[in-house]
């Protein structure tokens, strides 16, 4: 119908969120610009990500600039994430968080900033931080009595049910404010890859259990931890597994544009170094040291 000079009877706003949703860039961006027209205050974020998903930094740069001149919008720190200057927005979340320390999203944000910059270390005691936190709240087992001590059993945890709804809220979130078990599954990938980097095997093996099971980041890092431990069998089945998964992912976008796809490919560039140290290791183990002279 568009061909025709017809327009689909169908609300701009809607076309354009199916088209990022199916990975047509391009598309999204037609649409986000027609809708710009005439709302561009609510498509500001999605133009900036549009654009640098393209490629096209210059554009996304020129949208914000243009935001912050003649609609008077206030800066965001997703903003900046998607503009890759991470620098600027880890300064906005540590801005945020002085002011609101419970505010999840500035946590989420700044942990992602980190991980973007490779501080790895900040990144690790943010992670610990949030774990420590959640363990201070579980409920602690009381013991059980023997029957021949003659006193009633206490069973665990009865003690420390909450008499309120607010006070179970309290209880799951605690101090913080925070959901903590949906924390944990949204920074948990963040998490591993600072044990990962540095070398904090047991950290890693905690962190992956709060990462989606089946997803690819949990099959690479069960592979690392497969490798770490010699056991090289179940590590390349781990490998096949993740490769798979990214498989279906890569193929769409080769379609589109290989820019799109290169992170993907990098991925798979690291899947394939990880069967090479396999190789290596395997082949050390039958090897034979060479005889002294």
Not at 232 to 260: C, F, G, H, M, Q
Request: one cysteine or more; hydrophobic letters at 40%.
């Amino acid at each position: 119908m568009e061909h025709e000079e017809n327009s689909l009877p169908i609300l701009t706003a809607s076309l354009s969120a199916l088209a990022e949703k199916c990975n047509a860039l391009a598309k999204a961006l037609y649409y986000r610009e027609i809708e710009f027209e005439s709302n561009p205050q609510n498509v500001i974020e999605s133009l900036i990500s549009i654009n640098y998903g393209l490629q096209q930094p210059e554009a996304a740069n020129g949208i914000l600039i243009y935001a912050q001149k003649y609609l008077n919008i206030e800066m965001k720190e997703e903003w900046y994430q998607k503009l890759h200057r991470w620098e600027d927005a880890l300064r906005s979340y540590q801005a945020k968080l002085m002011k609101s320390p419970k505010a999840d999203d500035a946590l989420i944000g700044q942990m992602q900033c980190q991980r973007a910059l490779s501080d790895w270390e900040a990144l690790a005691r943010a992670a610990e931080e949030i774990w420590a936190q959640a363990s201070d709240i579980e409920p602690r087992m009381e013991p059980v009595l023997r029957l021949d001590e003659r006193k009633p059993i206490v069973f665990p945890g009865l003690s420390a049910l909450p008499s309120s709804p607010m006070q179970a809220q309290t209880s799951i979130e605690g101090d913080s404010g925070l959901n903590l078990e949906a924390l944990k599954s949204k920074v948990a990938e963040m998490a591993a890859a600072a044990a990962w980097n540095l070398g904090k095997w047991e950290d890693l093996e905690k962190y992956n259990k709060s990462i989606q099971e089946g997803s690819y980041e949990n099959l690479f890092y069960n592979s690392i931890l497969y490798i770490h431990n010699g056991a090289y069998p179940e590590a390349l089945d781990l490998i096949n597994r993740a490769r798979e998964v990214l498989d279906s992912k890569v193929t769409s976008l080769l379609n589109e544009s290989y820019s799109r796809s290169y992170s993907l490919l990098i991925e798979l560039q690291h899947l394939k170094e990880l069967e090479e140290i396999i190789t290596y290791k395997t082949c050390l183990l039958y090897t034979s040291p060479s005889p002294r002279d």
